[in-house]
């Protein structure tokens, strides 16, 4: 199992902005496909974004679209998830997920993933 570092998380008012980023060491993440799935208490754990290994192909769930932005930097081995316009229904944790495959030209938002990270918690209120 991979061990994937997530970070960014915090608490916004709605309207506002965070950036969570998923990295790792010891390998590339550009030889992964890598989703960000978000669970809120009491509820399914659901997809939000995924981006491919070679970085052609993102997806986004319908609630997220124009808002959510997901991205790679490979200088920095890692994928980020820029997440704008915050409403109190995006408040959960957030986990970024991982699959070996090289070369790949599509991804997928929803379990099996190899791999996950720790969590970090997203609490969009007044």
């Known amino acids: 199992q991979l061990q994937l570092v997530e970070s960014g998380g915090g608490l916004v008012q709605p309207g506002g902005s965070l950036r969570l980023s998923c990295a790792a060491s010891?390998?590339?993440?550009?030889?992964?496909?890598i989703g960000w799935f978000r669970q809120a208490p009491g509820k399914e754990r659901e997809g939000v974004s995924c981006?491919?290994?070679?970085?052609?192909?993102?997806d986004y769930a319908d609630s997220v679209k124009g808002r959510f932005t997901i991205s790679r930097d490979s200088a920095k081995n890692a994928v980020y998830l820029q997440i704008n316009s915050l409403k109190p229904e995006d408040t959960a944790v957030y986990y970024c997920?991982?699959?070996?495959?090289?070369?790949?030209?599509?991804?997928?938002?929803?379990?099996?993933?190899?791999?996950w990270g720790q969590g970090t918690q997203v609490t969009v209120s007044s």
């Open positions: 997920a991982a699959e070996y495959g090289p070369y790949l030209s599509f991804c997928w938002m929803r379990p099996p993933y190899d791999s």
């Open positions: 010891g390998f590339s993440l550009g030889d992964y496909v």
């Open positions: 981006i491919s290994s070679n970085g052609d192909n993102t």
